[in-house]
């Protein structure tokens, strides 16, 4: 059994022209101790897909109209709230860009982790300090004592964000979602980041929901990827498989879209056009107004998937010729 299995997953906005779906039927797992990776353009779904595995979509005007998120075989939908952080409160943890929005400005960082610690394990106070000395130590923080008792604007974003996977770990969850965790932070500090979340989760396990726009940060990372466009997976494939045959255009173009060597400026070609906007319906393939491989069917009939191999599924009329 997966340790979290999403099936069928729908999330719909309320417009003024009604309810628009934005996350359309998706589905997939994560093993434990594995890296899945969702990867897509800025506004297919990924966050809302997060969100709604959390249990933290808010207000009134989206909501999940379909599906089931079985976290070790328990569907927390119908969980209500307090139920939920009840059963699996300190089994989840979520890690969001912008570690601003999630830390709060006026308690020196050392507290807000020993706060942390204090509501979920039954710790003493002394224990819950000794505790987040060894945390900022794991997420290497230098000088621990002293970073202690510095407020969040007083670190730099790398540091901020090494702060909230210490707090996202002090309870040892069995399943991480990063949501575009290193996106605020130049290359370098990125790479950092990246390795730490890597080296952590050999360390205790975790497995990892790592949510990226950029296709290279997910395939350095991650075991198997899933790529998302406008509300659907597309391709999914363990990481290698997936690189050694591409079979959907758009998994194609996002490859494309990578600077050619590392932090240079030079790009390849990147996808033409833009994802339509989620209020245009679109009867055939989503992808087909910006795809250069589209014939006359992609404009009326959606694709179903069509498995490559083993593990290895593509949503495209054309997926089972390689290119
Ligand atoms: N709370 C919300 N209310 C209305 N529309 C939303 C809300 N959250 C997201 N959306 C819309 O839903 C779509 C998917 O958003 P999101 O999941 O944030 O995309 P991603 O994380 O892939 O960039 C976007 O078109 C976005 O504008
Ligand atoms: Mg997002």
């Not at 594995?34 to 709604?52: D, P, R």
């Not at 942390?116 to 300090?129: C, G, P, Y």
């Not at 590392?262 to 056009?273: F, K, R, S, Y």
């Amino acid at each position: 059994m997966a340790l979290l299995e999403v099936k069928n997953l729908s999330v719909a906005i309320r417009q003024k022209q009604g309810l628009i779906t934005v996350v359309d039927n998706l589905s997939f797992h994560v093993d434990e101790n594995e890296t899945l990776g969702i990867v897509g353009e800025s506004g297919c779904g990924k966050s809302l897909t997060a969100l709604s595995i959390m249990g933290l979509l808010q207000g009134s005007q989206v909501r999940i109209t379909e599906g089931t998120v079985c976290f070790d075989g328990v569907d927390l939908l119908i969980l209500g709230p307090a139920e939920r952080r009840a059963i699996m409160g300190d089994q989840m943890a979520m890690i969001f860009q912008e570690p601003m929005t999630s830390l709060n400005p006026v308690y020196r960082v050392g507290d807000q982790i020993v706060e942390v610690l204090l509501q979920h394990l039954k710790l003493s106070r002394a224990a819950a300090k000794q505790r987040t000395l060894e945390l900022l130590d794991l997420v290497r923080i230098p000088n621990p004592i002293l970073q202690i008792n510095s407020y969040p604007h007083q670190m730099s974003g790398g540091q901020r964000q090494r702060i909230m996977i210490a707090m996202a770990l002090a309870c040892s969850p069995r399943i991480l979602i990063a949501d575009e965790p290193t996106t605020a932070l130049d290359v370098t500090v990125q790479k950092e980041v990246l390795d730490l979340m890597g080296e952590l989760q050999r360390h205790t396990g975790t497995a990892i929901v790592l949510i990226s726009h950029d296709l290279g940060v997910i395939a350095q990372t991650c075991d198997r990827v899933a790529v998302m466009y406008r509300g659907k997976i597309v391709e999914t494939a363990a990481t290698k498989a997936l690189f050694a045959d591409i079979r959907h255009p758009y998994t194609k173009g996002l490859l494309n879209s990578l600077p050619l060597v590392d932090g240079d400026v030079e790009w390849l070609d990147t996808i033409p056009g833009q994802v339509p906007g989620i209020e245009t319906v679109l009867p055939g393939c989503a992808f087909q107004p910006r795809c250069a491989f589209a014939d006359e069917r992609c404009s009326y009939e959606k694709p179903n998937d069509i498995r490559v191999a083993g593990g290895h599924w593509a949503r495209c009329h054309y997926a089972g010729q390689s290119t």
